[in-house]
C-alpha cells in the first residue's frame, strides 16, 4: 500500500489546517489508520487514530483541537488541526494499522505553525 499526505504548510498560532493522506494499493476501510509527527531533533511522536468501525483516539496534547476522520469512499484519512500552537510544528505522517504495528508510512507533510 502506498500512502500520499498533503496539506501541509505555514500557519499562524491559532490557526486551522486539514491534513490529508489518500492510499492506493488497499482499501483502508477496513484498517485502522495513525496519525504520528516528530518535531525537529525529538522523536516521533503518536497523535491521533482511527479504528475500522469509526472509532478515535488522541493524545492528551491534541485533544480538544485535532480530529482524525476517514472517508473510505475516497480511501483517504484526513487530520483536521484547529487552534494550532508553535509546539505543533513538525512533519506529519499516516500511518496503517498491520495488526501488531504501523506497517506502511506516509512520506510526511510539514507543518509549521509561527508565533
Known amino acids: 500500500v502506498q500512502l500520499q499526505a498533503s496539506g501541509g504548510g505555514l500557519v499562524q498560532a491559532g490557526g486551522s489546517l486539514r491534513l490529508s493522506c489518500a492510499a492506493s494499493?488497499?482499501?483502508?476501510?477496513?484498517?485502522?489508520l495513525g496519525w504520528f509527527r516528530q518535531a525537529p531533533g525529538k522523536e516521533r511522536e503518536f497523535v491521533a487514530a482511527?479504528?475500522?468501525?469509526?472509532?478515535?483516539t488522541y493524545a492528551d496534547s491534541v485533544k480538544g483541537r485535532l480530529t482524525i476522520s476517514k472517508d473510505n469512499a475516497k480511501n483517504t484519512v484526513y487530520l483536521q488541526m484547529n487552534s494550532l500552537k508553535p509546539e505543533d510544528t513538525a512533519v506529519y505522517y499516516c500511518?496503517?494499522?498491520?495488526?501488531?504495528?504501523?506497517?506502511?508510512w506516509g512520506q510526511g507533510t510539514l507543518v509549521t505553525v509561527s508565533s
Open positions: 494499493g488497499r482499501t483502508l476501510s477496513t484498517y485502522a
Open positions: 500511518a496503517v494499522w498491520g495488526g501488531s504495528k504501523y506497517d506502511y
Open positions: 482511527i479504528t475500522w468501525i469509526g472509532g478515535s
